[in-house]
């Protein structure tokens, strides 16, 4: 997108979101970055900004981690239990999807690993998460940090990037926490900020909005809690708008795989 990498989310985006949703990458700006086209295999470390390594395990995922100065090696494929068939197939999403092999890169913040699904640091994944840069009133208040984070790359039929973030929770109590905590967020963004946020649904359980960043392409955010998971995807849609029975159609299958 000048694209949010549905990074973070995904970078989120999940992926993210506050961040490039389909990269584990420092948190984002408020005009996110297209998918950078570079070879298929990254060699060497990708700098990311300079900090201060954490002292004691991080609580919160509200609150910014500290993290590491540089990748070193490419991320796992899998993150402890969570793996690829935790992530729906690419025809469950729509006709035309395909699971992408992000290459990374040094914008990208991450170094590729030749596959579609890639490890994230849970406090990285679960804060970039978070909608940032908005004009409404913050909400405030801490929320748990998952045990494991894990990354997927898809393209959709119109080749637009895709990426679902899966956040696994120590106990369903704690993932409910993290998505109340997620979804008071979005809804609270509101619009006019660096991100504006419209809600085109809501249960209890799964949502639907569009995330629009200052200068940059919108994109969908669909979100599901369900046992101890709590699953992000996010895409980029030409029609954003209008993609809220799209949104439907998606819920089952990201409920059918991910806890």
């Not at 569009?210 to 919108?218: D, H, L, Q, S």
Request: net charge negative.
């Amino acid at each position: 997108m000048k694209t949010v990498v549905v990074a973070g989310v995904l970078a989120a985006v999940l992926v993210g979101c506050s961040s490039k949703s389909t990269a584990e990458q420092p948190a984002p700006s408020s005009t996110p970055s297209p998918t950078p086209v570079i070879p298929s295999t990254v060699s060497g470390t990708v700098p990311v900004p300079p900090t201060t390594l954490p002292t004691s395990n991080p609580t919160d995922a509200a609150v910014p981690p500290e993290v590491p100065e540089q990748a070193t090696a490419p991320p796992p494929a899998n993150a402890g239990p969570l793996t690829a068939d935790n992530l729906p197939a690419p025809d469950k999403l729509g006709a035309g999807w395909k699971t992408y092999t992000d290459p990374g890169g040094a914008e990208a913040g991450f170094i590729g690993n030749n596959t579609w699904t890639r490890r994230r640091d849970p406090h990285q994944a679960s804060y970039e998460a978070l909608p940032s840069g908005c004009a409404g009133q913050p909400v405030k208040g801490s929320l748990p940090i998952p045990q494991y984070a894990l990354t997927g790359s898809y393209r959709t039929a119109d080749a637009l990037p895709a990426t679902a973030l899966l956040l696994r929770f120590s106990t369903s109590d704690a993932a409910t926490a993290y998505y109340r905590g997620y979804e008071a967020r979005m809804k609270a963004c509101g619009t006019g900020g660096d991100l504006s946020v419209k809600q085109l649904w809501d249960t209890a359980t799964a949502a639907t909005a569009v995330r629009t960043y200052v200068g940059a392409e919108a994109y969908v955010d669909v979100s599901v809690v369900k046992g101890s998971t709590v699953a992000l995807l996010a895409t980029s849609s030409a029609q954003p708008d209008k993609q809220a029975d799209w949104a439907h159609t998606v819920v089952p299958a990201l409920e059918a795989v991910i806890d």
